[in-house]
């Protein structure tokens, strides 16, 4: 499936960077007036904006909503930075729960202790699901993304018609790289970057 889709007609409620707040989320649902599988009397359509994950006490029950409103057809969701981060396998503050326990992060440095673990044995279809969030939801009166519309991206990517978000990622990273490279900005970052692995 393509990274850019199309959004149906009709009016919608968007909610964004979730962060693992379960309660406040099924809170915000109900106060919206959208049933638990995130169907609404008046025909409304929930978009989330990403960043459904981390720091909060239960990202694998936002996770799950979620996947039950997008895949029974109510709703729409986007990647978000902190998705990406878990299809890259990139531990960052707050993710930990994603990880084997022995491999958490976060509990190691005494971080977000009482968040919900993800079961193993859910974690490759998690990651299926996020591989099938797109970066972009359109029609002809709104643009969605996570954080910033950037036109010439958009339409790099549209060009490009990718379905694969990391293989997007990594490609945009090497350009960024690329782009640096001799300026005075690369050799600061490539010097910062060599005192790391020194000290």
Same mark, same amino acid.
């Given at each position: 499936?393509?990274?850019?889709?199309? +959004?149906? *007609?009709?009016? =919608?409620?968007?909610?964004? $960077?979730v962060h693992g707040e379960l309660e406040a989320l099924r809170q915000l649902l109900a106060q919206l007036g959208y049933d638990n599988d995130g169907r609404h009397a008046q025909g409304r359509r929930l978009v989330f904006l990403g960043d459904l994950c981390d720091r909060g006490p239960d990202s694998?029950?936002?996770?799950? +909503?979620?996947?039950r409103v997008v895949e029974g057809g109510h709703g729409d969701c986007i990647l978000g930075n902190h998705e990406l981060n878990l299809v890259k396998l990139a531990p960052k =503050?707050?993710?930990?729960?994603?990880?084997?326990e022995a491999e958490d992060h976060d509990l190691k440095q005494g971080h977000f202790r009482d968040s919900r673990r993800l079961p193993q044995q859910q974690r490759a279809?998690?990651?299926?699901?996020? @591989?099938?969030?797109? +970066?972009?939801l359109e029609r002809d009166d709104i643009r969605i993304v996570? *954080?910033?519309?950037? *036109?010439?991206?958009?339409?790099?990517? !549209? #060009? !490009?018609?990718? $379905?694969d978000v990391l293989r997007v990622y990594r490609d945009s990273e090497a350009a960024f #790289?690329?782009? +640096? *490279?001799?300026? !005075? !900005? @690369? #050799?600061?970052r490539q010097?910062?970057?060599?005192?790391?692995?020194t000290a």
């Open positions: 499936m393509s990274l850019i889709r199309r +959004l149906p *007609a009709g009016p =919608l409620d968007i909610v964004g $960077d694998p029950g936002v996770f799950a +909503l979620v996947r =503050l707050g993710n930990g729960w994603f990880f084997p279809a998690l990651l299926q699901f996020i @591989h099938g969030l797109p +970066l972009v996570h *954080a910033c519309w950037d *036109a010439a991206s958009v339409e790099a990517l !549209r #060009q !490009r018609d990718e $379905d #790289q690329r782009s +640096l *490279a001799g300026t !005075r !900005r @690369h #050799q600061g010097s910062h970057h060599h005192q790391c692995l």
